[in-house]
C-alpha cells in the first residue's frame, strides 16, 4: 500500500514537472517574435523612432516584432531567403529579382501615390551639368548596388543611349545610404549622385542646409514605391494581418503620428503591376 502511494506521488511530481516545463515552451513558441529585416539605404538609424514603431506594431499584431537592420539590400534578402526574416522593407530592384521567393504586402503613399522618383544631384555650386551625360570622367556616388533609384535607374539610362556604365565615370563608390550620397555630393567627394527622391524630400524637410547644398538635376519616372515583403513560407494569415496593421495606421492617432515622422501618408496593399518598369530596366542592366 505504502509502495503504491509513493508511487502514486512520484508520478504526481513527475507530471506536474512535465507541465511546468511544458507550458513555457508552448508559450514561447506562440509569442515568437516576428522579424522585419531594415537598411540604412532607406531608413537612418533613428532609434526613438524606430522603438515607437515596434511598439505600436507589437500592440496591433499582439505579438512581438523585432527590427533586424543590416548593411545592405543583399543582406536583407539573403536572411528572408534563409527564413532567419519573416518581413522586410525591400527596394522595387531585389523585390523583381527575388520575387519568385517573396510575398508582397504593402506599399507607403507618398504625396497620396504608391510611387516615388530617383533624383540625379550634383553640388549645388555646380550651374553647368543639365544632365547625367554631363558627368561623363567625373566621380559619381550610388547609394546601394541593388537600389532601384540608387543604381539601377542611372546604369539603365546610360545604357540606353548606348553608353557604358564601367567606363563612362572616372570612379564610382557606394554610400550604403541615400542620405549619405546626397552628403557626399554637398561636400563634393562626388560630382553627382542617384538618391531614392523620397528621401531626398524628406531630407529638404527636416535638414534643408544639407540639401541646399545640392541641386537637383533630373527626376526620373515615377517607380513603384520600395516595398513592404514577406518570405514566401510565411503562412498567408501572418501576411494578412502585417498588412492590415500597416495598411490601417492612417486610422488612429499614434499610427498617423509615426506616418508623419516618416513622411508618408499611409500604406496601400501591394501591387505587383507597379513594378513593371524596374522589372524591364532590371531585364536590360542585367542582362549586360
Not at 514561447?28 to 522585419?36: A, D, E, I, V
Not at 549645388?124 to 547625367?132: F, I, M, N, S, V
Not at 501591394?270 to 518598369?277: E, N, S
Request: glycine share 8%; with cysteine.
Amino acid at each position: 500500500m505504502m509502495a503504491a502511494v509513493r508511487l502514486t506521488r512520484r508520478t504526481a511530481v513527475a507530471a506536474c514537472c512535465a507541465a511546468c516545463w511544458v507550458a513555457p515552451a508552448a508559450a514561447g513558441q506562440q509569442r515568437m517574435p516576428l522579424r522585419l529585416g531594415l537598411t540604412p539605404v532607406f531608413l537612418d538609424n533613428q532609434v526613438a523612432f524606430l522603438h515607437d514603431w515596434r511598439a505600436y506594431l507589437g500592440v496591433k499584431l499582439r505579438r512581438p516584432l523585432e527590427f533586424v537592420q543590416r548593411g545592405s539590400y543583399r543582406e536583407v534578402v539573403g536572411l528572408l531567403r534563409q527564413g532567419q526574416l519573416d518581413l522586410a522593407w525591400l527596394c522595387g530592384y531585389p523585390y523583381v529579382r527575388n520575387e519568385a521567393a517573396l510575398q508582397l504586402l504593402a506599399m507607403p503613399l507618398y504625396l497620396g501615390q504608391p510611387l516615388y522618383q530617383s533624383y540625379l544631384v550634383v553640388p549645388a555650386t555646380d550651374r553647368h551639368t543639365t544632365t547625367l551625360l554631363d558627368l561623363r570622367g567625373t566621380v559619381f556616388a550610388y547609394s546601394d548596388p541593388d537600389s532601384n533609384s540608387g543604381h539601377l535607374f542611372p546604369l539603365y539610362s546610360l545604357l540606353k543611349v548606348r553608353e557604358a556604365p564601367a567606363g563612362f565615370f572616372a570612379r564610382t563608390f557606394f554610400t550604403w545610404g541615400h542620405r549619405k550620397v546626397v552628403e557626399a555630393v554637398s561636400v563634393g567627394l562626388a560630382r553627382g549622385g542617384a538618391v531614392d527622391g523620397y528621401v531626398w524630400d524628406t531630407l529638404a524637410l527636416r535638414h534643408p542646409a544639407l540639401t541646399a547644398r545640392t541641386r537637383i538635376v533630373e527626376r526620373s519616372p515615377p517607380f513603384g514605391f520600395p516595398p513592404f515583403v514577406a518570405r514566401g513560407s510565411l503562412p498567408r494569415a501572418e501576411v494578412d494581418a502585417v498588412r492590415q496593421v500597416l495598411v490601417g495606421m492612417s486610422n488612429d492617432a499614434e499610427g498617423s503620428r509615426l506616418l508623419d515622422q516618416l513622411n508618408l501618408d499611409g500604406f496601400v496593399p501591394g501591387r505587383a503591376d507597379l513594378f513593371d518598369r524596374v522589372r524591364a530596366m532590371a531585364k536590360l542592366v542585367d542582362g549586360t
